[in-house]
C-alpha cells in the first residue's frame, strides 16, 4: 500500500524559498503526484533514491523502469505520479537548477540535509516503459488529419497589449479556423513547433494518445495525455476519438502564450452556441 505524503500534491509554487522536511519511516512506500501549476516549464528531481514514474497525467504508465538521477520536465498543467521505497537516509525532492534551495526532504526523523542533483539526464517518456494495446498507431487511416503549427511571426496589437505574437498556423485567436470533426471520427493531429519556447498544449474535452515523436513512432508505453508538452523543434503526431461533442478549446497552457493568439478551437459538425468570439461579442480582453 502507498502512502500519500500530502493530498494537496507537490506544486511548483510549493517548492520555495527553502526546504523543508518530511518525516517518513524507511521501508513506506511512497507516491507522489508532482504538478507543474505555473506557466513555465519546470523540472523536477528526486535524489538519493531509485524511482518510477507510474503516471503521467493521472493515466498509469505500463511496466514503467526504475530510475534515478533523471531531470522529470514538466510543462504547465502537466502531473507525474513518482513511486518509490523509502530508504534509511534522507531522499530529496527539488526544483532543478532556477530554484536551487526550494524543495522537499522525506526523511525518517524530518530532519536532513537536502541533496540536490546537479547533473542529470532528461527523462524522456516516449522510450519509457512496455509497449502495450492501444486504439491508435501510426499506420491506420484516420478519419481526420490536421496540422498545428506552432510559433511567434510578427507584432501587434492584441488585447490592448503590442507585442511579438504566439500563432497557430500563422494566425492568433479568433482568426485561427477551428478543428472541424464529427462524432465518432478518429482524429490525428500532426504539432510541429517552429518557435523557440515550450509550448504545453491543451485540448478540452479530450485526452490525446501519443503516436510519434520527430518521425519515430512511440517505443515504450502508451502515453494518454491531456497537456503535452512539445520543445523547439519537435514534432509529434498524436490521435484521440472525437467522443464528446462540444466546441473545445486546444490552446497553449502557457498562459501567456494563449493570451497573445495561441488558442484554438475543436469544433463538432451541427454543435453551436449563441455566444460570439471577436471584438463584436464586447468582452474585454476577449
Given amino acids: ?35 507543474n501549476s505555473a506557466s513555465n516549464t519546470k523540472i523536477f ?14 493515466n498509469d504508465i505500463h511496466e514503467p523502469g526504475v530510475l534515478t538521477d533523471r531531470l522529470l520536465k514538466i510543462g504547465g498543467g502537466g502531473r507525474y505520479d513518482v513511486t518509490f521505497t523509502m530508504p534509511e537516509t534522507p531522499v530529496t525532492l527539488a526544483l532543478y537548477r532556477e530554484h536551487n534551495g526550494a524543495g522537499i526532504v522525506f526523511s525518517k526523523d524530518g530532519q536532513g540535509t537536502a541533496d540536490v542533483l546537479r547533473e542529470g539526464k532528461e527523462f524522456d517518456p516516449v522510450y519509457y516503459g512496455s509497449p502495450a494495446l492501444t486504439p491508435f498507431n501510426t499506420r491506420m487511416a484516420f478519419d481526420r488529419e490536421f496540422t498545428m ?32 470533426v464529427q462524432k465518432g471520427d478518429t482524429v490525428k493531429t500532426t504539432i510541429v513547433n517552429w518557435s523557440f519556447a515550450d509550448h504545453p498544449m491543451h ?9 510519434s515523436k520527430n518521425g519515430e513512432p512511440l517505443s515504450g508505453s502508451p502515453l494518454l495525455l491531456d497537456t503535452l508538452l512539445v520543445q523547439p523543434g519537435e514534432t509529434y503526431e498524436v490521435a484521440f476519438l472525437a467522443d464528446n461533442p462540444g ?3 486546444d490552446y497553449c497552457h502557457n498562459l501567456k502564450h494563449a493570451a497573445l493568439g495561441m488558442s484554438m478551437h475543436l469544433a463538432y459538425q451541427n ?3 449563441p455566444f460570439t468570439i471577436g471584438e463584436s461579442s464586447g468582452n474585454h480582453p476577449e
Avoid at 528531481?45 to 493521472?58: C, F, M, P
Avoid at 485540448?203 to 503516436?211: A, K, S
Fill in 247 to 249: 466546441l473545445w478549446m
Fill in 271 to 273: 454543435v453551436t452556441t
Fill in 45 to 58: 528531481t528526486l535524489n538519493e533514491t531509485s524511482y518510477k514514474v507510474a503516471a503521467i497525467d493521472g
Fill in 203 to 211: 485540448l478540452h474535452g479530450h485526452h490525446i494518445h501519443v503516436l
Fill in 149 to 180: 503549427i506552432l510559433d511567434q511571426i510578427y507584432v501587434g496589437n492584441y488585447n490592448g497589449k503590442t507585442s511579438r505574437l504566439w500563432v497557430i498556423n500563422g494566425e492568433v485567436f479568433p482568426n485561427i479556423p477551428a478543428f472541424m
Fill in 1 to 35: 500500500m502507498f502512502v500519500k505524503i500530502s493530498r494537496q500534491e507537490v506544486t511548483a509554487l510549493d517548492l520555495v524559498d527553502t526546504f523543508r522536511g518530511k518525516r517518513v519511516a524507511p521501508g513506506t512506500k511512497v507516491r507522489l503526484r508532482l504538478v
